[in-house]
């Protein structure tokens, strides 16, 4: 095989364009500038979802030194070998098992089942209401399955692929649910067909599909599906069309929205595509925005389905919760530093004071060794790469190897948010990357949330994880619903 050509077909190590790219030694940013192509659809691309049009691949495979046929050849083996995990493709797991719930459930709480559950973040939200309990939760990866046990004891924690799981295996011994919330990957969404066609065993169904089959056994009161805003419009609209009619045609009348967690106190600027299904006849009402952020904007682009505020009554809302807000009381580091104590030289936020709770000692308060070339970057690091002097740096998206604004909530963490490359992750004041710990409360995780696996591997989960705070006010307008 040349440097840069592929393995065979049917070979498990076959060079997607991610691949071939990390051979090559190439950044992302680097590959998308020599190839021309829109960043967007890079990460799609590489994500395994459908390959753009408009010469893209012949464009890439130019620069990647192979044909146009190998690389579709390679995505082809990619979609079709791989399953979807985390916001990118992972291999499935070596082994699956089960934990079984360390307590038992209390009466008088609303039973949930978490599909793709991830570390819990979502249904510990809903936890956080003091309505809901959760039962049951499924995931591919066992790190993930491993947090999300340890967090919630009253719940079998299930680690395998959903594809090879019964509904009534997934069920056994768990009270049944009667909220099913989850968050399938977005691979497969432009895949959807119409719901009559689907059994439980067909090979050809795609996660999405499963968690409709689950909610369409199960049939709880209400359901709950969160995803990325990119579902808007992917396939030019489609893929939504298309999930809706499946819910519909299950029986349960749909409401969906775009939500601003900053618009809710969480010191960040993450949106999520949400939707909520009830019983017919019942009327889901979206829970109104608590904090107001100047001049937020949405992703949801030309569709209106978001909740904003109007500023004709900012006035009666809290500003949004800043950066600074949530980790002025964790103490200073340099480079390779770590703590485990607090600062009692500061009165904590309202916000601090909510995340720390009862605890004594600081975990995860960590930050990234870092070379002395980066550190040069980030003595010079602004709140965009064009603040760095020309030449330190040879490409990046704009918000590469930048600080984050003191004053303003955080933009969307990525999984990579301890490395300066990553998106706009460095410390507003000190020379380092942002530590796990300060992830988490930009995050909204408590710090008594127990994250469990290596550094890396809990970095990953803090980044991926859906914010608490999208389950507990999801769940509070819920609550109201069912009661």
Same mark, same amino acid.
């Given at each position: 095989m040349e440097k840069h050509g592929l393995m065979k077909a049917g070979s498990r190590g076959s060079q997607d364009?991610?691949?071939?790219?990390?051979?090559?030694?190439?950044?992302?940013?680097?590959?998308?500038?020599?190839?021309?192509?829109?960043?967007?659809?890079?990460?799609?691309?590489?994500?395994?979802?459908?390959?753009?049009?408009?010469?893209?691949?012949?464009?890439?495979?130019?620069?990647?030194?192979?044909? @146009?046929g190998d690389l579709r050849q390679a995505h082809r083996q990619l979609q079709?070998?791989?399953?979807?995990?985390?916001?990118?493709?992972?291999?499935?797991?070596?082994?699956?098992?089960?934990?079984?719930?360390?307590?038992?459930?209390?009466?008088?709480?609303?039973?949930?089942?978490?599909?793709?559950?991830?570390?819990?973040?979502?249904?510990?939200?809903? @936890?956080?209401?003091?309505?809901?309990?959760?039962?049951?939760?499924?995931?591919?990866?066992?790190?993930?399955?491993?947090?999300?046990?340890?967090?919630?004891?009253?719940?079998?924690?299930?680690?395998?692929?959903?594809?090879?799981i019964s509904i009534d295996e997934l069920c056994t011994g768990c009270p049944k649910p009667e909220?099913?919330?989850?968050?399938?990957?977005?691979?497969?969404?432009?895949?959807?067909?119409?719901?009559?066609?689907?059994?439980?065993?067909?090979?050809?169904?795609?996660?999405?599909?499963y968690f409709a089959l689950f909610v369409d056994a199960l049939r709880p009161r209400c359901f709950v599906m969160e995803n990325v805003v990119g579902l808007l419009t992917n396939q030019r609209g489609r893929s939504l069309k298309g999930v809706l009619s499946v819910f519909e045609n299950v029986g349960y009348s749909i409401s969906w929205r775009v939500l601003n967690a900053a618009l809710y106190g969480l010191p960040q600027r993450r949106e999520r595509f949400i939707l909520v299904g009830t019983k017919e006849g019942v009327t889901f009402e979206w829970p109104e925005p608590t904090h107001y952020?100047?001049?937020?904007?949405?992703?949801?682009?030309?569709?209106?389905?978001?909740?904003?505020?109007?500023?004709?009554?900012?006035?009666?809302l809290k500003p949004a919760n800043t950066v600074m807000g949530?980790?002025?009381?964790?103490?200073?580091?340099? $480079?390779?530093?770590?703590?485990?104590?607090?600062?009692?030289?500061?009165?904590?936020?309202?916000?601090?004071?909510?995340?720390?709770?009862?605890c004594k000692v600081l975990t995860l308060h960590e930050a990234t060794r870092h070379s002395r070339k980066m550190l040069e970057i980030i003595k010079h690091a602004g709140y965009n790469i064009s603040s760095l002097p020309k030449g330190l740096v040879s490409?990046?998206?704009?918000?590469?190897?930048?600080?984050?604004?003191?004053?303003?909530?955080?933009?969307?963490?990525?999984?990579?948010?301890?490395?300066?490359? $990553?998106?706009?992750?460095i410390h507003p004041t000190q020379d380092r990357a942002l530590t796990p710990r300060e992830g988490a409360r930009l995050q909204g995780f408590p710090d008594a949330f127990e994250f469990m696996g290596t550094r890396a591997q809990i970095v990953k989960q803090i980044g991926n994880?859906?914010?608490?705070?999208?389950?507990?006010?999801?769940?509070?307008?819920?609550?109201?619903?069912?009661?």
């Open positions: 364009i991610r691949s071939l790219r990390l051979a090559a030694g190439l950044s992302f940013g680097e590959l998308a500038q020599r190839a021309g192509v829109d960043e967007t659809d890079l990460r799609k691309a590489e994500r395994g979802l459908d390959l753009p049009g408009n010469g893209f691949v012949e464009r890439v495979a130019v620069v990647l030194g192979v044909t @146009e079709q070998m791989a399953t979807p995990g985390e916001g990118y493709l992972t291999a499935r797991p070596e082994e699956t098992f089960v934990r079984v719930a360390r307590k038992q459930p209390k009466t008088g709480l609303v039973p949930i089942l978490d599909l793709f559950c991830g570390t819990g973040g979502f249904s510990y939200g809903f @936890e956080q209401t003091g309505n809901y309990q959760v039962v049951c939760g499924i995931d591919l990866l066992p790190d993930r399955i491993a947090t999300f046990a340890v967090n919630h004891a009253a719940a079998k924690a299930i680690c395998c692929d959903i594809k090879s909220v099913v919330i989850g968050g399938p990957p977005c691979q497969g969404f432009s895949s959807i067909r119409p719901f009559r066609t689907l059994t439980e065993r067909d090979p050809r169904n795609n996660l999405f599909e952020l100047k001049g937020a904007k949405s992703m949801a682009g030309r569709f209106g389905q978001k909740c904003e505020v109007s500023p004709l009554f900012c006035d009666d949530a980790i002025h009381d964790l103490p200073a580091l340099a $480079s390779g530093e770590s703590a485990t104590d607090y600062r009692d030289d500061v009165e904590p936020t309202d916000y601090e004071r909510q995340l720390r709770g009862d490409s990046g998206f704009s918000s590469c190897y930048s600080r984050l604004e003191p004053d303003l909530p955080s933009v969307t963490l990525t999984v990579n948010f301890v490395h300066p490359a $990553s998106n706009k992750c994880a859906v914010p608490p705070l999208f389950g507990r006010i999801i769940g509070n307008s819920l609550a109201r619903l069912i009661e």
